[in-house]
């Protein structure tokens, strides 16, 4: 089991341009869940999906953020345009959607806006 | 609104005492409870889980109690051991679903050798 596979690992960019992050969940999960990390507020839910569908995107910070899943085993995250308090430590994580299945996260990207 | 507060950023144990991490919620629907760990460069794993139907579960050196009066939960470690260096982060939800979590700032434990 490769556990949840995020891409970039260190995404640094300018403000202004697009940012795309990428997650393939565990095989066979279907739910996906897209997290910030920030020092003041810990670990925000920004969007999750159940079988490929948005359920809950409530969290997503404001219209520059949208999030994609075009099928069972991928899913982005694009921030356009990026500002530097978009800065934050990205994570993505899988789980089964039924019963206590607990979450399984990526190893996250960490976003730079300068 | 932080509905689930971890109120020490950080806390340092020798190896072999007690770590005791504590985490305040505001929700009182809140019903199932997580902690996970977190080292760095690598996304937090989880570590132990208890129902508002129990006040404590025990996992090995692992225990969490749960004090729905107080709305209070604290995560035991036992003995410390420097592999226990890590960032716990506390969660809650209203039912087992993992789509409504809400995680706490998380607190920084050091087991110093």
């Known amino acids: 089991d490769a556990g949840v596979i995020q891409s970039p690992r260190h995404e640094v960019t300018e403000m202004g341009q697009e940012v795309t992050l990428r997650c393939k969940p565990i095989s066979g999960h279907n739910s996906l869940f897209w997290y910030r990390q920030t020092m003041m507020r810990g670990l925000e839910l920004l969007i999750y999906f159940n079988n490929n569908v948005p359920i809950d995107d409530s969290g997503m910070p404001e219209d520059r953020f949208s999030a994609k899943m075009p099928n069972a085993s991928f899913s982005t995250l694009k921030i356009q345009p990026s500002e530097p308090r978009d800065s934050a430590v990205y994570f993505c994580a899988s789980s089964f959607s039924y019963g206590n299945s607990p979450l399984h996260f990526g190893n996250g990207t960490r976003l730079t806006v300068t | ?113």
Request: net charge neutral; aromatic share 12%.
């Open chain 2, 1 to 113: 609104d932080q509905q689930v507060k971890q109120n020490s950023p950080s806390l340092s144990v020798q190896e072999g005492r007690i770590s005791i991490l504590n985490c305040d919620y505001t929700n009182s629907m809140f019903d199932y409870f997580l902690w996970y760990k977190k080292y760095p460069a690598e996304g937090p794993t989880f570590l132990i889980s208890i129902s508002s139907i129990k006040d404590k579960n025990e996992d090995g050196r692992f225990t969490v109690f749960l004090n729905k009066s107080a709305k209070h939960l604290s995560l035991h470690i036992v003995p410390s051991q420097p592999g226990d260096s890590a960032v716990y982060f506390c969660a809650a939800s209203v039912g087992t679903g993992a789509n409504n979590l809400f995680f706490g700032t998380g607190t920084r434990l050091t087991v110093i050798p």
